[in-house]
Each structure stands twice: as structure tokens, then as C-alpha cells.
């Protein structure tokens, strides 16, 4: 088997006073976090589509990274090479998890029983692979938007023919992702949402989304998957409106089907940006509702209306973002898949290696400052004092139930003039980072 990536061995940890590009300053996998080390915090996955099968290419202009492994002749060879290539390179960066949509590990056919038996034979290929270096599947999902024949949708498309064709592939995806132990499943909807009114049923749209899903949710009972479902909010590209914009909205979708009890939320910072919320907010969300599933790391420009994919630098947001993930207790069976790409003018093979490590040392610093907020209690503290008349009084009885209008009226009558405490967000942002400058 061919090496792709000569001259680069097993990234070592050096520490944070290193330069060596090529080394963890932050990410030591075996460095205990309060119980739990490191690498059992976050789970780090390699996302297929940006590592192996993106080149630079993009809507201006041509690729400009010609990777080693794209360049086989024989897609079903190239296929493998790019099984070869991805297991190297996790094993060289310690990466325990990876991630793929159908379309990412093998090509399509001449139909979709061609297209299956290719699958089925990269599938295999990747199995044993999986086998002799313990790497595991984190989540698997079909590609339903790049082909043509996905327009108008998938599971919302106004073709028949089109849904069929979307439920089969889904179904043979859901067959791939248990074959290979997959710890999750992933409904990502690229297209499914509109460009305008004047020609959508955007009733028929979403009865027949959850259609799909409730389709999903039976046969995997029906064959045995027991991973965990996801849906992951994306508010608009590339169709302008997204059945899918944020989690709140995905609830609400859930709950109207009686679907919420099958699905968590895969969150990605950069949809989270697009759909006008701070990274946090969505893994709020996620977690007060008890549906934060999993992670795609990643972070967008504020500058730039679109899904950048850029590798998350920003220690404040990943310090929050693990603010919220040990709040809700951990990530697992999710993990940080790196749903990121490397810039068009990072081509050199290297370049992947040194956009991974800025990542994984970015969301190792974040846990390690997030754990030391959480143990010294300081924004907990400050919280439940800022809400502490519900503890006692008449903020007990409205949090018991026991008052309506009528006595929460005879109360204010009494009132005596209300007195409001200071926020001191200013206060609170400083320290969070004090904990980050200080290395707390």
C-alpha cells in the first residue's frame, strides 16, 4: 500500500510553547479533564467530503489541490485509494472516528443496483480497514443534493419518482452505517426547502418530510440499528428556505409529527452563524431540550453570507461550546466531526495535517478553560443569584403553579416599588477571559 502523506509521521504532543506546526500545542489525548480524557471528551472525527474528495474547486474557479489519491483512472480503485489515504492519515493525527455520506466512499453506477454493489464493495474495503486500526464510524448519510435529480428536493421534492428513489438510497445508507457500527445516522436536508411560494405545496413538502423520516425510524427498528438519529439545522444555501433553519424550528417540526422522541440535533457552528445565532445558542438550545446529539466543528465569516467551512480557531467559541457540552454531560455516542475545509490557497497535502491540528488544539484549550469555569462556579453562581427570587416568595408560588392572573394581580397591588440588580454582562465577559488569558 502506497504511502500518501511521505514525510510526515504520528503528530506528536509538544506543548504549548512549541512552533513545530506539524504538533499538538494543547490536545494531548490521554490528558485527564476532571474524569474523562481528552480524547473521550471530544471524540474528534474526519469528515470524507472536505478531506478526501474536496480539491479547492469552487464556484470561480478550478480545483487547486491535485490530491494524490483523486488521481486513478478506475473510480472503483480510486475509491479504495481514498479508503487508504483517509485511515493513514487519521491514524498519523490519533483521530478515532471518521464520517461519510454514500457518495463521499463510492461513485454511482449505471443505476441504483450498480450504484449498491460498488458500495457494497468499498464498504467492505473500509471494514477492514476499521478492523486492523480500531478507527470507528461516528455517523454515516446519504447524499440526496448533489445529483440532478434532486432539484427540486428529496424527501420535499414535487416528483414521486424522486422521493422513491431518495427513501431507497436513504435505506441503503442506514444498511451501510449498521454494517459498519456506526454510532449515528445523519438527515441532513441540502435541498430540502424552497426558492419560492408561487410554486409550492409547503404543506404537501413537510407532510411528506416527515413521511421520510417516520420511513427511517421503522426500518431501523426493523433491522436492528440502534444508533442515534440527527438532524442537522442549516437555515439557508443552498436553498433559500430551509424546512430545517435552527434547532427551535427542527422542534417544532418534530413535536407537530410526533417525531421528537427518534431525533437529536447535529450542530454545526458555521449554519449556526447563518442562521443569526452564536454557536452557543444553538447548543443551548440543543441541550435544554435534551436533543444535543453531536458536533460539526467548523466556524463561518461574519463577513461572508455563506457555508465557509473554515477550521474553528476562535477560543472563546470553543470555550462556550464545551461550556455547554459539560453542562449537558458529555457528547457521546456524538463526537466533534471537523465538517471544515482547508482554504483554496492551502493545497500542499501538509496543509490538511496543520488545519486539523489548529482545530483539535482549539477545542482541546476551549475544554480544558470551559471544565475550570464550570468547577469554580463562578458564572453558575452568578446565575442562580440573578434568578433567586423564584427560590422563595411569590417567585416560588408562579415557578409551583400555585398563583394565576388574579393573584399575581392582588400581589402587584401591594408591591412596594421594584428594585432590579445589574447584569454586569461586561463583568462576566471579562472573566471568561481571564480563564482564557490565564491559562486557568
Not at 309 to 336: C, H, R, S, W
Not at 346 to 353: H, I, P
Not at 409 to 421: F, G, S, T
Amino acid at each position: 500500500m502506497a504511502e500518501f502523506f511521505k514525510g510526515i509521521g504520528v503528530i506528536p504532543f509538544e506543548g504549548a510553547d512549541s512552533v513545530n506546526p506539524l504538533a499538538f500545542k494543547h490536545y494531548n489525548k490521554d490528558e485527564k479533564v476532571g474524569d474523562k480524557t481528552m480524547a473521550e471528551h471530544l471524540r474528534f472525527a474526519m469528515s470524507y467530503w472536505h478531506t478526501l474528495c474536496a480539491e479547492g474547486g469552487d464556484p470561480f474557479g478550478s480545483t487547486t489541490a491535485a490530491r494524490p489519491w483523486n488521481q486513478i483512472a478506475n473510480p472503483i480503485e480510486m475509491a479504495k485509494a481514498k479508503v487508504d489515504a483517509g485511515f493513514e492519515f487519521m491514524q498519523k493525527l490519533g483521530i478515532e472516528y471518521f464520517c461519510f455520506h454514500d457518495r463521499d466512499i463510492a461513485p454511482e453506477g449505471k443505476d441504483l443496483a450498480e450504484t449498491n454493489q460498488i458500495l457494497d464493495e468499498v464498504v467492505a474495503y473500509i471494514k477492514v480497514k476499521m478492523q486492523e486500526t480500531g478507527i470507528k464510524l461516528l455517523w454515516g448519510t446519504a447524499n440526496c443534493f448533489n445529483n440532478k435529480r434532486f432539484m427540486h428536493g428529496a424527501g420535499t421534492t414535487c416528483n414521486a419518482e424522486v422521493f422513491a428513489y431518495a427513501a431507497a438510497q436513504i435505506k441503503k445508507a442506514i444498511e451501510v452505517t449498521k454494517e459498519l457500527g456506526g454510532e449515528n445516522y445523519v438527515f441532513w436536508g441540502g435541498r430540502e426547502g424552497y426558492e419560492t411560494l408561487l410554486n409550492t405545496d409547503t404543506g404537501l413538502e413537510l407532510d411528506n418530510f416527515a413521511r421520510l423520516l417516520q420511513m427511517a425510524v421503522d426500518y431501523a427498528k426493523e433491522i436492528g440499528f440502534t444508533g442515534q438519529f440527527l438532524i442537522e439545522p442549516k437555515p439557508k444555501e443552498p436553498t433559500k428556505h430551509q424546512y430545517d433553519f435552527d434547532t427551535a424550528t427542527v422542534l417544532a417540526f418534530l413535536r407537530k409529527y410526533n417525531l421528537d422522541t427518534y431525533f437529536k440535533m447535529n450542530i454545526e457552528a458555521n449554519h449556526a452563524t447563518l442562521a443569526g445565532h452564536t454557536f452557543q445558542h444553538e447548543l443551548n438550545m440543543s441541550r435544554i431540550n435534551n436533543v444535543l446529539g453531536s458536533i460539526d466543528a467548523n466556524q463561518g465569516d461574519l463577513m461572508l453570507g455563506w457555508d465557509t467551512d473554515q477550521f474553528p480557531t476562535n477560543i472563546y467559541d470553543a470555550t462556550m461550546a464545551m461550556y455547554e457540552v459539560l453542562k449537558a454531560g458529555g457528547i457521546a455516542p456524538g463526537g466533534f466531526n471537523f465538517d471544515s475545509k482547508v482554504r483554496r490557497g492551502s493545497f500542499e497535502e501538509a496543509d490538511l495535517f496543520i488545519a486539523y491540528i489548529a482545530g483539535m488544539d482549539t477545542f482541546a484549550k476551549g475544554l480544558k478553560v470551559a471544565y475550570n469555569l464550570l468547577k469554580d462556579g463562578v458564572l453558575e453562581d452568578f446565575v442562580a443569584d440573578r434568578y433567586a427570587s423564584f427560590n422563595e416568595g411569590i417567585g416560588k408560588d408562579i415557578v409551583s403553579g400555585n398563583v394565576g392572573f388574579k393573584e399575581l394581580e392582588a400581589y402587584a397591588l401591594k408591591q412596594q416599588p421594584i428594585v432590579n440588580k445589574s447584569g454586569r454582562q461586561e463583568w462576566l465577559e471579562t472573566v471568561v477571559n481571564q480563564y482564557i488569558y490565564n491559562n486557568k
